[in-house]
């Protein structure tokens, strides 16, 4: 299983043709082994303007494997976040709790963004090549 992260998705949803999006496709094809936070979630579908594509793309997301967070995972963010601020890195607090929720649940982050590079330099969160 797989964690994706946003920057993903919006290649998918916006067709562009990408290793990321079509790499991503073949996650899907199949046996899917895509999961969902309820982080990427709402970064998603808050991005989306059309009433139309939005319920669409809430319902296709809403079938796919959910990881639930606790109350650790959050302490496990901040413990990340002033752990990197130590080491001179100023991450978005957003990024730093999905890497958090990846780390936790043991699942390697399937992303485009370099501020999870710059986690993974440092810490347990495992990224997903392709």
């Not at 998918?12 to 999006?21: I, L, R």
């Not at 319920?55 to 296709?60: E, N, S, V, Y």
């Not at 959050?74 to 929720?101: C, E, F, Q």
């Not at 710059?118 to 969160?125: P, Y």
Request: charged share 25%.
């Amino acid at each position: 299983m797989v964690l994706v992260d946003t920057s993903v998705w919006i290649d998918f949803f916006n067709s562009q043709e990408s290793p990321y999006s079509e790499k991503l496709s073949e996650l899907i094809k199949g046996y899917n082994r895509v999961v969902i936070c309820g982080l990427i979630l709402q970064e998603i579908l808050q991005g989306i303007k059309d009433d139309r594509s939005y319920k669409t793309t809430r319902k296709r997301l809403s079938r796919l494997p959910f990881i639930d967070t606790h109350k650790e995972t959050y302490l496990y963010a901040a413990d990340l976040y002033r752990n990197l601020r130590r080491k001179g890195l100023t991450i978005p607090p957003i990024d730093v709790t999905i890497a958090a929720i990846a780390i936790t649940s043991k699942l390697p982050l399937f992303t485009k963004d370099m501020h999870f590079k710059k986690i993974a330099g440092i810490s347990e969160l495992e990224l997903f090549n392709i």
